[in-house]
C-alpha cells in the first residue's frame, strides 16, 4: 500500500474554485498516523536504496511512461482542483516528463563515486567522493503546479536513493493521490512514496516524524514556520518560496517579444505562479511603445472558468482580497489601471490588470500579489532597473530583454534569470532552480537538485605508509622540520 488508510481522522473537502462543486473528501492524518507512514517509509528506503541507480531510474523511466499515456486524466484531476485551463495542466504534465528523465538518466553520474585529488602532502592516499540518499524525505507540495513543482522534489529524491512521503496541499490532495497511485503501479515491492493528506498540521506533523529532509514549496511565511517545526530535531530543509520577479526591458530590445513575454509571465495560471512577473521596468525611451503593445496583448487573454477561458480562476478563495488590495491601494497612492482592475473581479475570477505610476512603496511592488498582475514603471536607463529590481526582499527570478543582457543578468541578486525568454530556466532540467533571501534556500532540478538529497561522504585510503609520518605521537623533531621546509617550498613564494 502507497496510501495512509484513515483511522478515526476528521475529514476535509475539496471544491472547484470556479464552480465550487465537491470534487473530493480526504482525511486530515493525525500525527501517530504520519509517523506510522515515516516508519514504513524508513524500510522501504533500505530496499529502494539498495538497488543500483540503473533499477531506481528504470522505475522511475516506467512511472513516466504511465503519466505520458494518461496524461490527460491527470489534466482532468489538475483542472478540477485548481481551476487552471485544462491546456495549461497538460503543459505543465508536459514540462515535468523533461525532469523525470533528467533525473533517472543523470543521478549515476552526479551521486556516483568521484576520485579526488590529495596533494602532494598526502600523495600516499587515494581519495573517493560519493553520495549516499538521507533515508526518507517528506515533501511538503504547493497547489499553483501541483505535478510539476513537488515532482520537482520527489523525482529527484527517488532519484537519490530516498523513500518519500508526501504532503500536499490540502487544495490539490486528489492530484497528489493520483501520482502516488501511478507510483505504486511500477513500484508494487515497497511503499517508496506513500501519501498523507491535511492541513498545516498534517504539514507541522511531516516535520517532527523523524524524515531525514523535508522539501517544502510554498509562501515564506509559512516556511518561516516549517523551519521552527523542523529544528528541535536539526532536520534539514530546501525552502522554495515565493518571489516578486521583475522583467527589464531595455531601449534596445525586441518590443513585439519583451510584451508578449511580460504578458504571459504576469498572467499565465491567473498568476500564480512563484516565478511570475509582478514588475516591469522598461527605459523611457521605449516606455510608451511597450505599454501600448503589453495592453493590447494582455487584453485579449479573458479569465473564466468557462473551456475559452485562458486563465482560471483564483484558487484560494483568500488571495483574491489580497489582489483587490493591491489594485485599490496603488489607486490611492497615485497609480493608474490602463488594463483590467479591482471592478473587473468578479467571484475568484480576476480579468489581467496592468498599472501604472505606481509607487515604489505600493503593497503591488513590495509584496507578492500572486494574481494576473503587472506593474509597469518607467526608468532612465537598465542601472536604475537593476537597482529597483533588486530593492525587494524576495530574490527568486528575473527576465531581461536586452542587448546588454548577461551583464544585466550578473547585477541582478536572484537565483534564476532569463534572457529574451520567460520561464525558461524551469524548463530546463540540468539548471538549478531557486532563489535567495525571501524566496528561500537549496536547489531543486539538475544536478544541484539530486545533490540536494543525498549528503557527501569522503573516503580516504592510505595506499603506501608515507616518508613523513604526522599523525603519530612518535613524530620527530626532524619530520617537523621537513614539513616547515615543504611548507614553505609550497606555498611561501604567494
Known sequence: MTTIQPARASEFTVHDPGSGDLVGQYPVHTAAQVRDAVERARVAGAWWAGLSYQARGQRLDRFRGVLARRAAQLAGVIHDETGKPHSDAMLEIALTLDHLAWAAKNAPKVLGPRRARTGLMMANHVATVGYKPYGVVGV????????????????????????????????????????????????????????????????????????????????????????????????????????????????????????????????????????????????????????????????????????????????????????????????????????????????????PTILVDVPEDAPAVTEETFGPTLTVTAVRDMDEAVELANATGYGLGATVFSRRGRQLAGLLRCGMVALDSVFSYPRIPSLPFGGCGDSGFGRIHGPDGLREFAYAQSVARQRFTAPLALTTFARTPKTDALVAKVMTLLHGRH
Open 140 to 351: 511538503i507540495g504547493p497547489w499553483n503546479y501541483p505535478v510539476f513543482t513537488p515532482l520537482g522534489s520527489i523525482a529527484y529524491a527517488l532519484a537519490a536513493g530516498n523513500a518519500v512521503v508526501f504532503k500536499p496541499s490540502e487544495l490539490t490532495p486528489g492530484t497528489g493521490a493520483w501520482l502516488v497511485e501511478a507510483f505504486g503501479q511500477v513500484v508494487p515491492e515497497h511503499p517508496v512514496l506513500q501519501l498523507v493528506t491535511g492541513d498545516g498540521s498534517t504539514g507541522a506533523a511531516l516535520c517532527g516524524a523523524g524524515v531525514d529532509k523535508i522539501a517544502f514549496t510554498g509562501s515564506t511565511a509559512t516556511a518561516k514556520k516549517v523551519m521552527a517545526a523542523c529544528a528541535p530535531t536539526l532536520t534539514p530543509l530546501v525552502a522554495e518560496c515565493g518571489g516578486k520577479d521583475a522583467v527589464l526591458v531595455d531601449a534596445d530590445a525586441d518590443l513585439d517579444a519583451a510584451a508578449d513575454a511580460a504578458a504571459w509571465a504576469g498572467m499565465a495560471n491567473a498568476g500564480q505562479s512563484c516565478i511570475g512577473a509582478e514588475r516591469v521596468y522598461v527605459h523611457e525611451r521605449v516606455y510608451e511603445s511597450f505599454l501600448g503593445k503589453l495592453v493590447t496583448i494582455a487584453g485579449k487573454a479573458r479569465a473564466g472558468s468557462d473551456p475559452g477561458a485562458q486563465l482560471g480562476p483564483i484558487t484560494l478563495d483568500r488571495q483574491v482580497e489580497i489582489i483587490r488590495r493591491h489594485i485599490d491601494t496603488a489607486v490611492a497612492a497615485g497609480g493608474r489601471v490602463v488594463l483590467g482592475g479591482s471592478d473587473t473581479i468578479s467571484g475568484n475570477v480576476v480579468q
